[in-house]
């Protein structure tokens, strides 16, 4: 992988509306069904019911499997208000907020792939059945017909098992988890984080 390719691309993250971008080893990436455990417990109303969640996203014992083919990536980080991402009354600016993940980690894939890096691929954050398919009755996929959105729908990072704030610490980035119970005047600030596994 040439650096220049990786810096372009760093850049080209940040041009996409990222406001931190940077290349990492995928060696240091963690991969752990710790991380995919937690959708199980407690359980998310998306899994099972959205083709890209657990379990019927790549486990993270065959996620592992498709990483040790790659030796870089560019992780991204978009910051939102705490607002948009904890206030109840603010579901539609949420939704948009997620979305704005999956298109930049679909752009940056075809980034890559048009730079000849075309065994990219990109992950996004949260789960496409809530924020492209939230009024849909069910994901298409898994009614055996095809994705509404396969330009677009990707797994999220922590779908396959990856752990987002190990990740963002190695980065050096501040970024903390929200619960539920999270109040917006009580957090300093709120991010979302996608990646694009560069090959
Ligand atoms: S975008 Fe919609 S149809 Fe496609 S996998 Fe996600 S939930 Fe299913």
């Not at 995919?36 to 499997?65: G, M």
């Not at 496409?128 to 999220?156: T, Y």
């Not at 190695?170 to 990646?195: C, F, H, N, Y």
Request: aromatic letters at 8%.
């Amino acid at each position: 992988m040439h650096q220049p390719d990786l810096d372009n691309l760093r850049l080209q993250a940040l041009e996409l509306g990222a406001d931190k971008a940077a290349i990492i080893d995928t060696s240091a990436i963690s991969v752990s069904e710790a991380v995919t455990f937690k959708c199980l417990v407690p359980r998310c109303p998306n899994y099972a019911s959205c083709a890209n969640c657990p379990p019927h996203a790549p486990t993270p014992e065959e996620f592992r499997r498709v990483l040790a083919g790659f030796s870089k990536a560019i992780l991204f980080n978009k910051r939102f208000a705490p607002e948009v991402m904890l206030s109840p009354d603010q579901e539609a600016a949420r939704t948009e907020a997620f979305r704005s993940i999956f298109e930049l980690a679909a752009k940056l894939e075809s980034a890559a792939f048009y730079a000849g890096h075309y065994l990219s691929f990109g992950l996004a954050a949260g789960s496409c059945r809530n924020v492209l398919c939230r009024d849909q009755k069910a994901c298409a996929v898994l009614e055996s017909k095809a994705c509404l959105f396969p330009a677009l729908a990707r797994p999220s990072m922590e779908a396959v098992g990856i752990d987002v704030f190990q990740l963002a610490a190695l980065a050096g980035w501040d970024m903390q988890p929200l619960g539920r119970e999270a109040q917006a005047d009580k957090v300093d600030q709120s991010s979302l984080t996608g990646i694009v596994v560069v090959g």
